[in-house]
């Protein structure tokens, strides 16, 4: 395996994973924000070079300093070939299993592989699986029917992670309140404020480029927030060249209700993996179940 770091090579291997969008999602994204300032210090992992069948994206070894941090610690991976796959995802170089990490890929393979090593390797692990929305273009679509006069725009600054965290089913914690500050501070968002100028709907994305974290405060529910935060978010990644997607839980109806109004979003025929680890067996910390 080899840490890809000439620019040069980093551009092809974008070139490459973009030809084979949606599947590489959301590697690609990360690929992507590297090559545009690497916002998160993130690093990428080949098997080998120039005929490389797997890749691995995951955060600089010095960026993550508390190895129980699943949020901070978050890879992605997308592999042509099973075996490139489970080779790269077992070398301790590439992957610090004694450390709490975060894995997400769109590939079945990816979840079989990685669960096996972790029970092998009496790691923890707590699988979300998501279905996968993705915009084409959102710049040409618009989303219907809303109140534009109870809510305007605003922009999301450190101060509003607190209630972001808190209102975060799989947050709540002092690890996700940093997470979600970081994603606030380094990646497009967009929010709704009330006439008060107070939060009431919202949308970050992350070093995936996915977006995510979407949330309507329960009093604001009903009135289309939903659909313009997303479209907001993703016209802002769409307008650097990022693919727009986003990931919703299948049975989330609310959802799927709302981006019902954002034209243009479609499912794909592909599940999400978000898969966290845990070392020791134990479950994570301030875990909601
Ligand atoms: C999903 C969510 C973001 C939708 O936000 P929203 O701004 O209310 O979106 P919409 O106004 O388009 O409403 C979507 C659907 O929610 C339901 N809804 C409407 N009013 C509601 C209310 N007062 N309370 C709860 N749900 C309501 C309806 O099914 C509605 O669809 P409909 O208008 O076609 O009937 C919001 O429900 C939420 O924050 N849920 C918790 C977090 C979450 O699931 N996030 C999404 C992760 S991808």
Redesign the pocket.
């Known amino acids: 395996m080899l840490i890809l770091t000439c620019a040069t090579k980093l551009q092809l291997l974008e070139r490459v994973l973009q030809k084979s969008l949606p599947q590489t999602l959301p590697v690609c994204g990360a690929v992507m924000h590297i090559n545009r300032g690497n916002p998160a210090q993130h690093e990428v992992v080949v098997d080998s070079w120039r005929k490389f069948k797997a890749v691995l994206t995951r955060p600089r070894t010095e960026v993550v300093k508390d190895s129980g941090d699943y949020y901070a610690n978050v890879h992605a991976a997308f592999s042509w070939d099973i075996d490139a796959c489970q080779s790269l995802l077992e070398n301790p170089e590439a992957i610090d299993w004694g450390r709490a990490f975060q894995l997400q890929g769109l590939q079945e393979e990816l979840y079989n592989v990685s669960k096996s090593i972790a029970e092998a390797r009496c790691v923890e692990l707590k699988p979300n699986f ?1 279905q996968v ?1 993705l915009s084409p273009d959102p710049s040409t679509c618009c989303p219907s029917q809303f109140k534009s006069d109870l809510f305007h725009f605003g922009t999301l600054n450190s101060s509003h992670a607190v209630l972001i965290n808190e ?1 975060w ?1 799989l947050g709540g914690n002092d690890r996700s309140l940093r997470y979600l500050n970081d994603l606030i501070c380094k990646f497009p968002s967009a929010c709704l404020l009330d006439k008060e100028g107070q939060l009431a ?1 919202w949308t970050l994305s992350n070093p995936l480029a996915c ?19 997303a479209l907001t978010a993703a016209r802002k990644l769409h307008a650097k060249g990022f693919p727009a997607y ?4 299948p049975d ?10 954002y034209e243009g979003a479609h499912a794909l025929p592909f599940t999400k993996y978000t898969l966290f680890f845990t070392p020791g067996c134990e479950s994570p910390p301030n875990w909601r179940k």
């Open positions: 998501y929305i209102t089913s709907s977006l995510t974290h979407s949330y309507t405060l329960p009093q604001y529910r009903g009135h289309h927030c939903y659909a313009v935060v986003g990931a919703i839980l989330n109806k609310a959802a799927k209700q709302g981006l019902m109004k």
